[in-house]
């Protein structure tokens, strides 16, 4: 089976996880600080502090939780995202509001969110699909003029550029993901790039259940046995192992990145033009492609993804809209129907760096023979 999406690692991630086991500890290390600097100067972020945690899930959660919402306060997101966006607004008790998307790229309809303000709303968490981070600078200046916080969902968009900058080199807070299928991996983990010192320094606490230790004196460690407890806080710090794979993943990071908009791009050329196929629009210079998502009209996608299982290659569907699930219905203020359309129709092909061109090719040519 040709699998929809997997990571690719070698003996230098081993050799990392064996270096990690010898030092006998696996919490929140020097490692975890080595990372965030190496982090914030791969995505150019100057003076945001980067902190890293166990999860892009729980990057989501602080950020919101740095936003103080009270019960109620109402966050604006898309419904078609995995869920992990919903469960960060619920967890902090404020209350996710789902939007449409733009049929035609899957990026938060802004439109359609305007229509969907009230006075509670304190945000809105802009998913950047597939990895396109879309039009930033428009998303920013819409909600600055609301008086709303942005919260970036950049899970899939580690790598993706906009204005001549990484993703998370600007703007307000940006959360990633590096579980075991994004563009980089640490086996799990997550970051949250902070606008400023102030902020970060909070996540940091909250990400170690909100406790501070004193230094030692002389200049040494902190104390492991003495802590004060100074805020509401959660276990989300990430281990040494996770920061000793991230770091060996990120120096392959421009390998993996060329690799992956090679694929997407032939994709696109091969498959331009396909009856029944309704291909993204993306700019795959400064795109990462997390996944490689395209829309099959005419009720076909049930017909194709069988064809293509047959055939041994794996395809997905992201996401099943989140205000069709149970915990969230009734949510939205008012119907989805192009949500609820595009949910119909999207299908992700296979796209990973462990693809080989063979494959690629096999795949265009199962697609196509379907599709006629």
């Keep these: 089976m040709i699998r929809v999406s997997q990571p690719v690692t070698g003996p230098e991630e081993l050799d990392a996880l064996k270096r990690g086991l010898e030092k006998a500890y696996f919490g929140h290390s020097a490692d975890v600080v080595e990372l965030e600097k190496a982090l914030a100067e791969f995505l150019g972020a100057g003076s945001r502090p980067v902190v890293c945690l166990n999860s892009g899930t729980a ?31 619920t967890a902090v008790g404020a209350k996710p509001v789902p939007c449409e998307v733009r049929e035609d790229d899957l990026l938060l309809d802004l439109d359609d969110a305007d229509k ?16 396109n981070p879309g039009d930033l600078a428009g998303m920013h200046a819409w909600a600055k003029a609301r008086g709303l916080r942005v919260v970036e969902d950049a899970a899939h968009a580690f790598g993706s550029s906009f204005g001549g900058k990484k993703v998370g080199a600007q703007g307000d807070l940006v959360c990633f993901s590096f579980d075991s299928l994004k563009n980089i991996t640490c086996g799990e983990g997550g970051a949250l790039v902070c606008p400023d010192a102030d902020t970060a320094r909070r996540a940091g606490l909250m990400r170690g259940l909100g406790m501070e230790r004193p230094q030692a004196t002389q200049g040494g460690p902190p104390s492991r046995s003495a802590y004060d407890v100074v805020c509401q806080g959660w276990r989300f710090h990430m281990s040494n192992l996770n920061a000793l794979v991230g770091l060996e993943q990120l120096r392959k990071a421009p390998a993996f990145f060329a690799r992956r908009q090679k694929i997407a791009k032939r994709y696109d050329q091969a498959l331009a033009g396909v009856p029944g196929l309704a291909l993204l629009p993306m700019d795959y210079e400064r795109v990462v492609p997390f996944l490689y998502t395209m829309r099959v009209l005419e009720g076909r996608r049930a017909g194709l993804v069988e064809h293509l299982k047959a055939q041994g290659i794996e395809t997905a569907v992201n996401y099943p809209a989140n205000h069709l699930h149970s915990l969230y219905r009734g949510l939205a203020s008012a119907p989805l129907p192009v949500t609820e359309k595009l949910c119909g129709q999207i299908l992700s092909l296979p796209m990973h760096c462990a693809l080989t061109d063979q494959q690629v090719e096999f795949i265009i040519a199962q697609v196509k023979s379907f599709l006629g």
């Design 116 to 131: 969907r303000i009230t006075p509670r709303t304190k945000a809105v968490m802009p998913v950047h699909y597939a990895g």
């Design 59 to 89: 990057a989501l959660h602080l950020a919101l939780a740095c936003l103080d919402l009270e019960p109620g306060d109402e966050v604006l997101l898309p419904s078609l995202t995995f869920v992990a966006s919903f469960q960060a607004v």
